[in-house]
């Protein structure tokens, strides 16, 4: 459904990606594995066409997205969740999610549809949807940045770093509601450094170093490797 081909990007003279290749199959939970610095981050900018790919190949559906426009990335329904939550502080959670749906503005009805969807799924935020995005608590805030993904009507969601920074129990939560979102019928490919709580929820997953996918299997083959649990789980 989600493919990249050899894909590489540089910044300057600074190879970030080197012929990145991995899948997401529709309907599957792929979490991406890597240390700071690795690259996770820079995939999901190019898929977005935030990056412009300096060689390979993103298929979406048998569409090619290397030289699409972000919001036509978004119209055909790969939609990021950036790391960092990057929300509109001072914006309302209502206006904050509103905006997810800007690809979409012309289908009011659908738009609010989805809203209530996203409002039924994270109680808290109907609570305080007129607040500033701001002054919500950072489980709160990452759960804004999932629904304003949400409302893009993604088919195949890019999650990037979602559990960074919160509390145990919140980050619980959150993988949670992406295996829930998962469940529900949407791809979702999942950055992560936590990786026992991702790859608990993972169909598959790949492990990229220095810009340069090393490992990949399914679930339990990267929860019982060595080298994994070394490097990541710290077991
Ligand atoms: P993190 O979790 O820290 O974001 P990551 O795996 O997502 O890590 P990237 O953010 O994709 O990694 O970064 C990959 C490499 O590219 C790093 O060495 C980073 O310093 C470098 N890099 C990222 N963005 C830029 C940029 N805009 N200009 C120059 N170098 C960059």
Redesign the pocket.
């Known amino acids: 459904m989600l493919a990249f081909d050899k894909v590489s990007l540089n ?2 003279s ?1 190879r ?1 990606l080197d012929g990145v290749s991995l899948h997401a199959r529709e309907g599957e939970l792929v979490v991406l594995l ?10 999901f900018l190019t898929a977005s066409g935030l990056h412009k790919a300096a060689g390979g190949s993103i298929q979406f559906k048998g569409q090619e997205l290397v030289g699409m426009k972000p919001s036509q990335i978004v119209a055909s329904g790969v939609v990021q969740c950036p ?1 960092g939550r990057k929300l509109f502080p001072q914006m309302s959670v209502l206006k904050n999610l509103t905006l997810g749906a800007y690809v979409h503005r012309g289908d009011r009805a659908g738009n609010q549809k989805i809203l209530d969807e996203v409002l039924g799924m994270f109680p808290i935020l109907a609570e305080k949807k007129d607040d500033p995005a701001g002054s919500l608590s950072g489980g709160q805030q990452q759960m804004v940045a999932i629904g304003r993904a949400l409302m893009g009507r993604p088919k195949a969601l890019l999650l ?2 979602p559990s960074l920074g919160l509390a145990p129990l919140v980050v619980k939560m959150v993988f949670e509601v992406i295996q829930r979102i998962n469940q529900a019928g949407t791809t979702v490919l999942l ?1 992560e ?1 936590n990786a026992f709580a991702a790859l608990r929820i993972a169909h598959r997953a790949y492990v ?1 170093e220095r ?1 340069r996918i090393v490992l990949e299997g399914d679930r339990n083959s990267l929860l019982n490797n060595e080298a994994v649990r070394r490097a990541y789980i710290g077991a």
Do not use: P
Not at 34 to 43: E, L, M, R, Y
């Open positions: 910044y300057g600074f970030a890597g240390a700071n610095g690795a690259g996770k981050s820079s995939i790391e990037d770093e950055a450094q990229l810009g």
